[in-house]
C-alpha cells in the first residue's frame, strides 16, 4: 500500500474534520450517523496502512483532532503578528519621511524667503542707474528659477516616496498571501 506521511496524516484529519462538519449541515440523523462512520472508518484505514496503533477509540481521534486546530491556530496567529508588525514597520516608515519632506519643505521655503528679501533691498534700483535696473531684474529672474527648482526638487522627492511606500507595501502583502497560502497546502 501507498507510504503514509505525517503531512498526509495532519491532511486525512483536516480533511475529515471538513468533510465531517460541511457535510452534516442538511442530513438526517440516519446519514449523519452513517457519514460520520463511513469518515471515521476512512481515517483508521489511511492510519493503520502505516499507524497500525494510532487511532482506536474515538476519544484518541477527538483528541488527535484538538491537537491538529491548535497547531493551525498557531500558524494564523504567527503569521497575523508577522502582518501586524510589518504594517507598523511600513507606517512608522512613512510618519518619518513625512516628517522629513515637512522640514525640508520648511527650511527651502525660509531660504527662498531670506534670497527674495535680501535681493529685494540690495539690489533694489535706483531711477538713476540702468545697471542696477538691469541687475535687479537678474536678481528676480534668478530667484523665481531658485523657487521652482525647490518646488520641483520637493515634487519629485515626495513622488518617489510615495512610489517606494506603495512598492513595499505591495512587496508585503504578496510575500504575506503567498506564505498563507504554502501553510494552507501544507495543512489541508
Known amino acids: 500500500m501507498k507510504q503514509v506521511t505525517r503531512l498526509n496524516l495532519y491532511r486525512a484529519l483536516v480533511k475529515s474534520i471538513l468533510l465531517y462538519n460541511c457535510g452534516t449541515w442538511s442530513l438526517t440523523k440516519q446519514e449523519e450517523h452513517k457519514s460520520n462512520t463511513f469518515h471515521r472508518r ?3 484505514t489511511i492510519l493503520n496502512i502505516k499507524y497500525p496503533t494510532v487511532i482506536k477509540n474515538d476519544a484518541l481521534y477527538q483528541k488527535t483532532v484538538v491537537v491538529v486546530v491548535a497547531a493551525v491556530v498557531v500558524v494564523v496567529v504567527i503569521v497575523v503578528v508577522v502582518v501586524v508588525v510589518v504594517v507598523l514597520v511600513v507606517v512608522v516608515v512613512v510618519v518619518a519621511v513625512v ?3 515637512v522640514v525640508v519643505v520648511v527650511v527651502a521655503a525660509v531660504v ?3 534670497v527674495v528679501v535680501v535681493s529685494l533691498v540690495v539690489c ?3 531711477r538713476r542707474s ?4 538691469s541687475r535687479y531684474v537678474v536678481t528676480v529672474v534668478v530667484v523665481v528659477v531658485v523657487v521652482v527648482v525647490v518646488v520641483v526638487v520637493v515634487v519629485v522627492v515626495v513622488v518617489v516616496v510615495v512610489v517606494v511606500v506603495v512598492v513595499v507595501v505591495v512587496v508585503v502583502v504578496v510575500v504575506v498571501v503567498r506564505v498563507v497560502v504554502v501553510v494552507a497546502v ?3
Do not use: A, E, F, K
Request: charged share 5%.
Open 42 to 44: 476512512q481515517l483508521r
Open 99 to 101: 516628517v522629513v519632506l
Open 112 to 114: 527662498v524667503v531670506v
Open 124 to 126: 533694489m534700483p535706483s
Open 130 to 133: 540702468s545697471s542696477n535696473s
Open 186 to 188: 501544507l495543512l489541508y
